[in-house]
């Protein structure tokens, strides 16, 4: 099984602040890895796919970059309702594997 | 729009057997592109995938679930089902059905709203 680690897994930050989100994947995936980002009692919710790729509708301040083993989500202008939980998670192959999670707090 | 919903007991007793039911509206669970899964999330933590499904009944299970997990489909309800034998409480979780969007890789775009689901006696 590929295993899914992420860092840091809780980051406080404040409205305006830059925040970057790594995930590294046990083996290279290529690019096949998705980003979620989920509220509480809220489905998770896809904001960026194939590492880099926005979902439809998702702000242009989240951006996704990476490959082999080593991702990024950061997101460039941290907004109130971006306080959140993230995960990534690998498609390269079953079984689907997902990160930790990093948990974006205000500070 | 695809939807997906949940169903099942909120809570099973422990050694006995958890089982959910999702429903597929606004798609057909009979395209052959598609893999139908099943995520859970304990309370307070992280994501953990169980289980997909293809409509052909082909799936890939969790390493660390399969000898406890079933997951069967029903196209001709447009549903598709997930059984946990031999619950203990950490089986205590939120369960999600989701499924990819278009791109052919599983990347989880729609998702039910999940359902908790408790293991206590």
């Known amino acids: 099984d590929i295993q899914m680690t992420q860092s840091p897994s809780s980051v406080s930050a404040s409205v305006g602040d830059r925040v970057t989100i790594t995930c590294r994947a046990s083996?290279?995936?290529?690019?096949?890895l998705a980003w979620y980002q989920q509220k509480p009692g809220k489905a998770p919710k896809l904001l960026i796919y194939?590492?880099?790729s926005l979902q439809s509708g998702v702000p242009s301040r989240f951006s996704g970059s990476g490959s082999g083993t080593d991702f990024t989500l950061t997101i460039s202008s941290l907004q109130p309702e971006d306080f959140a939980t993230y995960y990534c998670?690998?498609?390269?192959?079953?079984?689907?594997?997902f990160g930790g999670g990093t948990k974006v707090q205000i500070k | 729009q695809l939807q997906l919903q949940e169903s099942g007991p909120g809570l099973v007793k422990p050694s006995e057997t958890l089982s959910l039911t999702c429903t597929v509206s606004?798609?057909?669970?009979?395209?052959?592109?598609?893999?139908w899964g099943w995520i859970r999330q304990p309370p307070g933590k992280g994501l953990e995938w169980i289980g997909s499904?293809?409509?052909?009944?082909?799936?890939y299970f969790n390493p660390s679930l399969k000898s406890r997990v079933t997951i069967s489909v029903d196209t001709s309800k447009n549903q598709f089902s997930l059984k946990l034998i031999s619950v203990t409480a950490a089986d205590t979780a939120v369960y999600y059905c989701?499924?990819?969007?278009?791109?052919?890789?599983?990347?989880?775009?729609?998702w039910g709203q999940g359902t908790l689901v408790t293991v206590s006696s």
């Open positions: 989701a499924r990819r969007g278009l791109v052919a890789r599983e990347y989880l775009q729609y």
């Open positions: 606004g798609g057909s669970l009979s395209s052959s592109s598609y893999y």
């Open positions: 499904i293809s409509y052909s009944g082909s799936t």
């Open positions: 083996q290279g995936i290529s690019s096949w």
């Open positions: 194939t590492t880099s």
């Open positions: 998670q690998q498609a390269n192959s079953f079984p689907l594997t």
